[in-house]
């Protein structure tokens, strides 16, 4: 069980970044969040991070540039993309990068708690390797 068990949220929208937090407490994780991929990313937070609960969209590095950054640099962190602006090819085009989930805003809290669980689950461990070009 030595996997990191902090989860990182990373979103643009102040009310996620309030709201989500607390969520993930209830479940039992620690929590951190970020207003941006870039402070995600200048933290100390990124390697001690067990789970990225990531938006889709936002301004600067958006959630699936962040996602190609972190294998960039050889990370491994399971990812739960949130977005409220997909369409139904959103969420086939986000597993097949590598995410274990794709939620769309408004979900449960049983949909995030299902996709918590997969992501701390040792076969949901994102490996880049897995990743073509």
Known sequence: MGEPSLV???????????SLPHLVRE??????????????????????????????A???????????????QGYEIPI?????????????RMLEQGAVECLYKPFSDEALNEALNAAFTSDARFDPRDVGG
């Open 80 to 92: 739960i993309f949130i977005t409220a602006h997909g369409d139904e090819t959103v969420r086939p």
């Open 27 to 56: 479940f039992g994780y620690a929590v951190q969040a970020f207003a941006s991929a870039e402070e995600f990313l200048a933290s100390d937070c990124v390697g001690q991070t067990g789970c990225l609960i990531l938006d889709i």
């Open 58 to 72: 936002m301004p600067g590095i958006s959630g699936p540039d962040l996602q190609r950054e972190l294998v960039r």
């Open 8 to 18: 990182s949220v990373v979103d643009d929208d102040e009310s996620v970044r309030e």
